[in-house]
């Protein structure tokens, strides 16, 4: 059940910090991070609290031998650390959170114990379609009720027992008299990346997971698990003008080559960032824009300009002189070229115009141009046996991730090794040995995974918080 979703603050009060942390999941993550605030005062030994203060919850731990959790609030732009005992009492509310998540975040991080949650669709991911699964004047709130289930081993059973926790059975302690190592111990993909890297190699064997007719997947039945490690990747999107797209994450060991694609930017600030040293963007206006200025260009659809670079100028502003940050360019006439400045802050629109026919490594378009950069496969990588990316039409290579990967072969063939991303694959796996012949792993086959638009948004928003451009500039000289 796929869509993104915004949380209500519940407005029930907590009654102490304790009952906070016996309630909601706090941890290394941030969303691990819930926010409280008091309608009192909290007056501290040397820090007080103000009512209505939004306080982050970061990590519950011992100090001084008593149990307290680690806050912060921040105050005019300054952060302030302090913790608060579990004993503190008074009432705590839940902050509203602009964030959202998927209904898996929700599930693992956002309902506390013994309480529903309220949640509002934000938007359906296109992949299914919502209009059959609810009523026909539904307003986006939901109610969501966790249903839990108990998974278990069996001794001399392989496979997972899924128990639902509401089964009316009577449950007996035995564990003083059987040896806990006669069970098997399931280990998902996160548990064995947090293994030590002198445990690798090791034999593993599937117990649950995806299906085994998907490759490299069906090689994995029993499989040795070589090493893991951190690997890039360009995470890339179809262009196209409706909905759904596909979404792909390449390998900087893909072998075809591309062709560049024009870009379209929305505004002038989008021409300063796309600008490169080592070529003079050229670019056509799409859309008209009507100076308020008389110091700066007013724009027509088919003007075509050479990008230069930032500067300030002044500009009459309500009776008195502003300065404000602009965009040089030269307009290019049939004959000439004319120095105009463009306000930053425009909303028009430009298309680019590409005068280079090189074609290129992926490697090579990382290395000398800034992502987001528009593409097409020009030449498919003949080292597989169907390019997937051959048939797009065209990509946007949006932006290089970092993510974890598990490099493994099967048992049976050991002539070529995967890669299989860890937080992306739902998998329980056995560890059958540590004794493995083959220490050095086979040609390594990198494939390029074609993710889901969860997937999608869920590598947008954790892999790289840091890349965002800065905000636009603001419409009204400061």
């Not at 359906?124 to 081993?153: K, M, R």
């Not at 490099?407 to 796996?429: A, D, G, H, K």
Request: glycine share 4%; charged share 25%; proline share 6%.
């Amino acid at each position: 059940f796929l869509g993104l979703y915004k949380v209500v603050a519940d407005k029930t009060p907590y009654i102490s910090i304790e009952d906070i942390t016996r309630k909601i999941s706090i941890g290394p993550t941030r969303f691990g991070h819930p926010c409280f605030y008091s309608p009192e005062d909290i007056k501290l030994t040397n820090f007080t609290i103000k009512h209505g203060e939004q306080i982050t919850f970061n990590s519950v731990e011992e100090v001084n031998g008593t149990m307290a959790v680690n806050c912060g609030v921040v105050r005019n732009n300054q952060s302030h650390s302090f913790t608060l005992p579990l004993s503190q009492e008074g009432e705590f509310y839940e902050c509203e959170d602009d964030q959202i998540y998927t209904l898996k975040e929700i599930a693992e991080w956002k309902i506390p114990k013994c309480r529903n949650r309220i949640v509002r669709l934000s938007n359906t991911l296109h992949t299914w379609d919502s209009s059959n699964l609810f009523p026909e004047n539904f307003d986006g709130c939901l109610i969501l009720t966790p249903v839990y289930e108990v998974q278990a081993v069996m001794k001399f059973r392989k496979d997972i027992v899924h128990i639902l926790s509401d089964l009316d059975v009577e449950v007996k302690d035995i564990t003083d008299c059987y040896d806990i190592n006669s069970f098997l111990q399931p280990l998902t993909l996160e548990d064995v990346f947090e293994r030590t890297s002198k445990e690798f190699p090791m034999v593993t064997e599937i117990m649950e997971g995806p299906s085994r007719s998907q490759k490299p997947y069906n090689l994995l039945h029993r499989g040795i698990i070589y090493k893991k490690y951190q690997s890039t990747r360009v995470l890339a999107s179809e262009i196209r003008s409706d909905s759904p797209k596909r979404h792909f994450l390449i390998p900087m060991s893909y072998k075809g080559k591309f062709k560049r694609r024009p870009r379209e930017f929305p505004t002038a600030y989008d021409l300063e960032i796309a600008r490169n040293e080592k070529e003079q963007l050229h670019v056509v206006a799409t859309r008209a824009f009507d100076s308020p200025h008389k110091e700066l260009f007013s724009v027509s659809v088919g003007d075509q300009f050479l990008v230069q670079q930032c500067q300030t100028s002044e500009v009459l502003y309500e009776g008195s002189r502003k300065v404000i940050d602009v965009l040089a360019c030269e307009q290019i006439l049939n004959d000439a070229y004319k120095r105009v400045f463009l306000p930053m802050y425009m909303e028009g629109g430009f298309v680019e115009v590409i005068h280079d026919k090189k074609q290129y490594q992926l490697s090579e378009i990382c290395k000398e141009f800034r992502l987001p950069f528009n593409v097409k496969v020009s030449v498919r990588d003949l080292s597989v046996e169907e390019d997937v990316l051959a048939a797009v039409p065209g990509l946007q290579f949006e932006e290089e991730i970092t993510d974890s990967y598990l490099l493994i072969s099967s048992t049976s063939s050991p002539v070529e090794s995967w890669e299989i991303p860890v937080y992306r694959l739902n998998m329980s796996v056995l560890m059958l040995s540590k004794e493995v012949q083959a220490v050095v792993p086979p040609v390594t086959k990198t494939t390029v995974e074609e993710i889901s638009e969860e997937q999608y948004y869920m590598v947008r928003r954790y892999e790289n918080q840091t890349l965002l451009p800065p905000p636009r500039p603001p419409k009204k000289p400061t």
